[in-house]
Every structure is written in structure tokens, then in C-alpha cells.
T-cell receptor
Framework: RKEVEQDPGPFNVPEGATVAFNCTYS??????FFWYRQDCRKEPKLLMS???SGNEDGRFTAQLNRASQYISLLIRDSKLSDSATYLC?????????FGAGTRLTVKP | NAGVTQTPKFQVLKTGQSMTLQCAQD?????MSWYRQDPGMGLRLIHY???????DQGEVPNGYNVSRSTTEDFPLRLLSAAPSQTSVYFC????????????FGPGTRLTVT
């Protein structure tokens, strides 16, 4: 079983749609959690950290459920520029574990 | 600031050859890491360093060596290249304990024939 699992997609949605990605992790002692964005053939970049209380950054909302070992990312009012692969990342003692990513394509 | 730089961008090796992938950062970050990214598997941690003179193994360290003689540089050495090491390699850095954001270099695409 992979340590961090994501639905690989692809998710193909129209502009303006709301889309949600899920991620589960196996190490219950994991300490911090993130969503990264990766454009095709580029390096990953931090989208947002994920906190137990949930956090929002504009159109993006991230949630963490430690009891269920589950992380989510919600994107509202999708833009064409949101097309990318979204990586779920879980940290335990400086060992960052990445999910394989969920690919999103937003279409006009 | 250049951020995290990696050289070369592309490399083709024959099986058994050795080489060093270079990584440098100019942000005075304590922590540096090397990852490989393969299709369908996400990024996997090879080695990491929490400061000059300190390195540790990640998830997939076999076949790779690292050293951290300065804060700025964190080279990755392939001792005897194998086709299974064909991958995209990313170097990353972050400020230190308690810092969230990792900054990634642009990657090195390595093919071993």
C-alpha cells in the first residue's frame, strides 16, 4: 500500500466548476500536510499548507481529518489556469512523502 | 536570487557510467533534498540534509551518494548508472525546522541506456 494515495484522475471540468480532490495517508504520526501544484514538465510549487482547522486561500480550501487520515482540496470557480497536477504531500520527521498526483484539466 | 539551480538540464548516460548532478541554492536554507519523479509514482525522496555536514537517507537511497560540504551545494552522485535510474531528478530546499515551503529546482532529465 502506498503511503500517500490520490485519485489520479484525470478530472476534466468546465470553467467555473467546483472540483474536489482527496488524499489518504498511512502514517498516523505524520506531522504536516501540504498541497503542491505541478505544471507539465515543471517543478512542483507549494499551493497551500493544510491545517486541522481547515484553511482557505481565495478559491482554494484545504481540509485535514487526522482521525480518518484524509486530506482534501476544493477548488471553486475553476479557471483555465488551474489546469495542472495537484500533489498531496505528507511530512514525518523531514521525510516528505508525495502522492502520485491528480491531474486537472479545466476546459473553456 | 536565483533560488534553486540544477545542472545539467538533460543527460544521457550509458549503463555503468558515473556522474554528479549539481544543485545549489542561494537562499541560505538549512534543509536540502533530492527527489526522483517517475510516471505514476509521484516524487520519492532519495537523500536529504538538515545542514552542512549532515546527510540522511530517504525512501530510495540505493545507487546514490550525497555530501553537504557547504550550505549552498548538495550534489547527487550516481555511482554506476542503471536503466532503472532513468527519471527526472528534482533538488529542493527549505529554510529549516518549522518552515513549510520547499523550493524546487527545475529538474534534471536523466536517461540511462
Amino acid at each position: 500500500r502506498k503511503e500517500v494515495e490520490q485519485d489520479p484522475g484525470p478530472f476534466n471540468v468546465p470553467e467555473g466548476a467546483t472540483v474536489a480532490f482527496n488524499c489518504t495517508y498511512s502514517n498516523s504520526a505524520s506531522q504536516s500536510f501540504f498541497w503542491y501544484r505541478q505544471d507539465c514538465r515543471k517543478e512542483p510549487k507549494l499551493l497551500m499548507s493544510v491545517y486541522s482547522s481547515g484553511n482557505e486561500d481565495g478559491r482554494f480550501t484545504a481540509q485535514l481529518n487526522r482521525a480518518s487520515q484524509y486530506i482534501s482540496l476544493l477548488i471553486r470557480d475553476s479557471k483555465l489556469s488551474d489546469s495542472a497536477t495537484y500533489l498531496c504531500v505528507v511530512n514525518f520527521n523531514n521525510d516528505m512523502r508525495f502522492g502520485a498526483g491528480t491531474r486537472l484539466t479545466v476546459k473553456p | 536570487n536565483a533560488g534553486v539551480t540544477q545542472t545539467p538540464k538533460f543527460q544521457v548516460l550509458k549503463t555503468g557510467q558515473s556522474m554528479t548532478l549539481q544543485c545549489a541554492q542561494d537562499m541560505n536554507h538549512e534543509y536540502m533534498s533530492w527527489y526522483r519523479q517517475d510516471p505514476g509514482m509521484g516524487l520519492r525522496l532519495i537523500h536529504y540534509s538538515v545542514g552542512a555536514g549532515i546527510t540522511d537517507q530517504g525512501e530510495v537511497p540505493n545507487g546514490y551518494n550525497v555530501s553537504r560540504s557547504t550550505t549552498e551545494d548538495f550534489p547527487l552522485r550516481l555511482l554506476s548508472a542503471a536503466p532503472s535510474q532513468t527519471s527526472v531528478y528534482f533538488c529542493a530546499s527549505r529554510e529549516g525546522p518549522g518552515s513549510d515551503e520547499q523550493y524546487f529546482g527545475p529538474g534534471t532529465r536523466l536517461t540511462v541506456t
